[in-house]
């Protein structure tokens, strides 16, 4: 499992650049025209582009747009205000490395039906188990002092927010979530995590258990392995010893017990 774990990281996005300036007249323009793609590497070229690293929160304009494409992208992370983009539909920030987490209100994009997302660059993913990092003394915080519950939208301040990580489905991706709450009832409704996820909402850090990663499930499944060869050999030693025949009695491996359990883990 991988026990790395990074802090938190605030004011990631230098708000007076000229990158900036282009994207936030690039966003305005797609909302006067009522377009329905946000490609903004198109829009500020490559060398610009590698200069954001969040997004406007005027985001929340572009209510007709159903394609966000940010493949390649050095964004480290995506403002709540993207669960107001009602058509969006497909979303896909592919191999954008430093983005290791996403907004719950993500999942209020009712339309959004495909992502394309680098998994392995996500906290708790299965292929690795990344840490998530603690959010105790650690929040994260957005531009400007008032934000909402991510559930009910109830304003809140830093002060009276909870905020908890949650693992979910969504689009074609199960994808690590921050919520920000504003009671024990909101919490109770957040999304069911897959089960081979932290089952509940969590504050992460280092001591958070996860289940097994891809390496641990495949240590696993090979423990299996020789643990019924190990019971196959034994049986058909007393087989001999009581000069049976050895091929009406033999174990038969796939109905193991175990090794269908670690089986059907690895299938997943």
């Not at 509940?200 to 289940?211: A, E, F, S, T």
Request: hydrophobic fraction near 30%; proline fraction near 6%.
């Amino acid at each position: 499992m991988n026990s790395s774990n990074s802090e938190i990281q605030n004011k990631v996005q230098d708000r007076t650049t000229k990158a900036w300036r282009k994207l936030c007249e690039y966003i305005e323009e797609l909302a006067e025209n009522g377009e329905d793609e946000f490609v903004p590497r198109e829009f500020l070229g490559d060398e610009l582009f590698a200069q954001i690293h969040t997004l406007p929160e005027t985001i929340s304009k572009l209510k007709k747009v159903r394609k966000v494409g940010l493949y390649g992208s050095a964004l480290k992370r995506i403002p709540p205000e993207i669960g107001e983009m009602e058509s969006l539909e497909y979303f896909d920030p592919y191999t954008s490395y430093d983005l290791h987490w996403l907004p719950y209100e993500l999942t209020k994009c009712k339309q959004l039906k495909d992502s394309r997302i680098s998994t392995r660059a996500l906290y708790g993913n299965y292929k690795n188990r990344m840490t998530f990092p603690s959010l105790d003394h650690n929040p994260v915080r957005y531009d400007g002092a008032v934000l909402r519950c991510s559930v009910c939208e109830k304003e809140l301040t830093y002060e009276t927010t909870n905020q908890m990580w949650i693992s979910a489905y969504v689009g074609t991706d199960t994808i690590p979530m921050l919520a920000n709450l504003c009671s024990k009832r909101c919490e109770q409704d957040l999304l069911t995590p897959p089960k081979d996820y932290v089952q509940v909402p969590h504050k992460g850090g280092v001591d958070l258990i996860q289940p097994p990663d891809e390496d641990e499930l495949w240590k696993l499944e090979i423990k299996a392995l020789e643990k019924a060869e190990k019971e196959n050999h034994h049986k058909e030693e007393l087989v001999n010893r009581s000069n049976k025949d050895p091929e009406k009695v033999k174990l038969n491996m796939s109905k193991l017990p175990m090794l269908k359990l670690v089986r059907k883990i690895w299938e997943k």
